[in-house]
């Protein structure tokens, strides 16, 4: 952290950005820079995960090079520190995204009993290609019946498992599942896994940091091939699967004539109602009685990309942008679900004439307006937030708007079925692009921003110097809208590729850099890696490719890497998690787990940097796989 104050060209990459940082500072708003920097320099002991405060003999402070204060009152070292901690952190995450998908279970239980009009099966032939890969009997069913059954299969799911193993289990390469076995780190249920994390954390439990790491790996594999890939599945279901298809990002996507509304979030469960709702030419035509030449909805973080993917819905921006879309004054209602939602939004959206809501049950942010959406009352509650923003459109300061320049284009929809259709329904064209070396590798470029970095320069530059290699990209999350407002997620930023991925990219019309959806999609990147492991007969450790999440901050981004760690794939991190207070897990992290599931994390701030790592390993496995 530099200690002298950053300069707005260290904040940040974007015009649009910098536009606002600047009006904020004008009008006497905090951003989440100044808040940064008011925390600045960290508590050391808390930075390198060595604070305790699970018990009441504490909280303890580990200074590890301290004959005193080594261990904890209870006698917990560094190493056991730095582990619980991690641990509990990495449940946090998979609790998150896995309690998102608890959501979408529900609603699909929801319309097998008919309890909802709201919700429907939209894609009916994935429900059915889903429910029969699970094992489930298709034959003579309805809809409704299929989705009671798949509901209930995935409850169990999150408990004791179903056969104590997750459904989801039986698409991972069985090298890849005997190894967990082995290893000890085969995923139960979802909730199973998080609450055994919680008890092994409590004072006097697990005591040794080797195995509290190993059941964070099984519980964020419990995340990855349980509670995200159902959310993915059954949003795909309920939803439809996304498409290709063309979209825009940055603030420009804010009209000033329009009623603007912001869904912010992640679950698509509220943020599709309200677009229906928003959509409904009664309200269109409200609109303009009020003024307004119409209704405009656009996106912020996962939410947004869950919109982006089947929708088409403009991204205004990712996390670091969620505080500047207030500012341009514009903005005349933000819908939140929950995570990643800065409770600061609240009071930046009062200094505007922004109504900002809330709509769920989990999560109530003090000051907000609360309009509590189930699946019961979603259609009637959506009308009546589209309502509140028409009123708040005619009390918008059109002389306090300033809406930056204008928007990117960007190409969105690609889930696997998308890119699997691309390539003819098989994944035989892209191995054989592989084995060819036109595509050397691909590397998932995913998650979040931090204030500590640059914003998107290290997901822009390194995707950058990954595509140049002729290493074919896929992104998720906030990386999305970084990648987007580079231009990179274009057909045409095809010309910057590598001779061989450029060459591919022409002939199928597509961006070297393809967005497959929100966090809880990585589900995808990795089922799309079991498909290869398992088209090639090998495991997912073999493949030439890795992770990225350059610019990561949050407890999910933890989970999401450490499950496609767990799940043989190298990962590399922009920063590192609060673990450097111990030798023994930073080991572990940073190539001991190499040994143990094939995998392991490098932590490296520089994308150029990061781009040569990268490189190298996927050489590497190329070079194991007799290619060259
Ligand atoms: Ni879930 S977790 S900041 S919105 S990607 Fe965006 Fe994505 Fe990180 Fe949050
Ligand atoms: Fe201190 Fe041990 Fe209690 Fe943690 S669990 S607060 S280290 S006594």
Redesign the pocket.
């Known amino acids: 952290m530099a200690k002298e104050k950053r300069g707005i060209d260290d904040l940040t990459l974007w015009d649009d950005a910098k536009a606002m940082i600047r009006k904020a500072e004008a009008e006497g708003i905090q951003t989440v820079w100044d808040r940064l920097e008011g925390q600045t320099p960290h508590c050391k002991f808390c930075e390198t995960g060595l604070t305790c405060k699970k018990c009441v003999m504490g909280p303890c402070r580990i200074k590890p090079d301290s004959e005193k204060k080594a261990h904890g009152v209870c006698g917990a070292d560094a190493d056991l520190t730095v582990a619980r901690n991690f641990g509990r952190f990495v449940a946090a995450g998979a609790a998150s995204h896995s309690d998102h998908g608890r959501d979408l279970v529900e609603t699909l239980a929801a319309i097998g009993a008919g309890e909802t009009t709201d919700y429907v099966i939209k894609d009916s032939d994935k429900l059915r290609r889903i429910a029969g890969e699970v094992g489930l009997s298709t034959d003579d069913k309805d809809d409704k019946a299929i989705a009671a059954e798949l509901a209930a299969l995935f409850t169990r799911d999150y408990g004791f498992g179903s056969n104590k193993r997750l459904s989801f289990a039986a698409r991972v390469p069985e090298k890849r599942r005997e190894l967990w076995e082995k290893v000890g780190i085969a995923p139960r249920g979802v909730d199973w896994e998080v609450v055994e994390m919680m008890h092994r954390t409590h004072m006097g439990v697990d005591s040794d940091a080797v195995s509290i790491c190993l059941h964070a790996a099984r519980t964020s594999l419990s995340d990855g091939w349980g509670g995200s890939m159902i959310a993915t599945e059954i949003s795909d279901i309920v939803f439809g699967t996304p498409k290709p298809g063309m979209t825009e990002v940055n603030l420009g996507v804010l009209k000033k004539d329009h009623v603007n509304i912001l869904v912010h979030g ?1 679950s698509p469960i509220v943020s599709e109602m309200l677009l229906a709702s928003a959509r409904d030419e009664t309200f269109i035509q409200a609109a303009k009685s009020a003024g307004a030449a119409g209704i405009n909805v656009a996106g912020l ?2 939410t947004g ?1 869950e919109l982006l993917m089947r929708q088409g819905v403009p991204m205004a921006g ?2 670091l942008m969620t505080e500047l879309t207030i500012v341009t004054g514009a903005v005349d209602l933000m819908l939140v679900d929950y ?2 939602i800065m409770p600061s939004l609240v009071t930046i959206s009062h200094c505007y004439h922004t109504k900002f809501v809330s709509t769920s049950n989990k999560a109530h942010f003090t000051g907000a307006e609360h309009v509590e959406f189930n699946y019961k009352n979603a259609r009637e509650k959506a009308d009546q937030v589209v309502r509140m923003a028409i009123e708040a459109f005619t009390e918008r300061d059109q002389s306090r708007v300033q809406i930056p320049q204008g928007p990117m284009q960007m190409m969105t929809g690609f889930s696997n079925e998308a890119i699997l259709g691309a390539l003819g329904g098989t994944p035989d064209p892209l191995i054989e692009a592989i084995k060819a070396g036109s595509v050397r590798g691909a590397v998932g470029i ?4 931090n204030p500590k970095l640059k914003q998107d320069y290290v997901h822009t530059n390194l995707a950058k110097e990954l595509i140049k290699r002729d290493i074919l990209v896929l992104c998720t ?2 990386a999305t809208s970084a990648l987007g407002k580079a231009g990179l997620l274009m057909p045409e930023a095809a010309s910057q590729a590598g001779d061989g991925l450029k060459a591919v990219c022409e002939s199928l019309g597509i961006p070297p850099v393809l967005h497959v959806g ?2 809880v999609d990585n589900a995808r990147i990795i089922h799309l890696c079991a498909v290869l492991a398992n088209a090639l007969g090998v495991d997912i450790a073999d493949l030439p490719v890795a992770a990225s999440a350059p610019e ?3 407890e ?2 933890a989970a999401i890497g450490l499950y496609a760690v767990a799940s043989g794939i190298f990962t590399h991190l922009g920063l590192p998690p609060h673990i450097t207070g111990s030798e023994t897990v930073t080991n572990l992290a940073l190539g001991g787990l190499d040994d143990v599931v094939g995998a392991h994390f490098i932590v490296e701030p520089d994308p150029f940097k990061a781009a040569e790592q990268i490189d190298a390993r996927i050489q590497a496995k190329r070079t194991g796989l007799g290619l060259t």
């Not at 995913?446 to 921003?449: F, R, T």
């Open positions: 992640h973080c996962c990309n990712n996390h995570q990643c995913v998650g979040c921003n999350g906030c929100s966090c990561w901050y949050s999910k981004a």
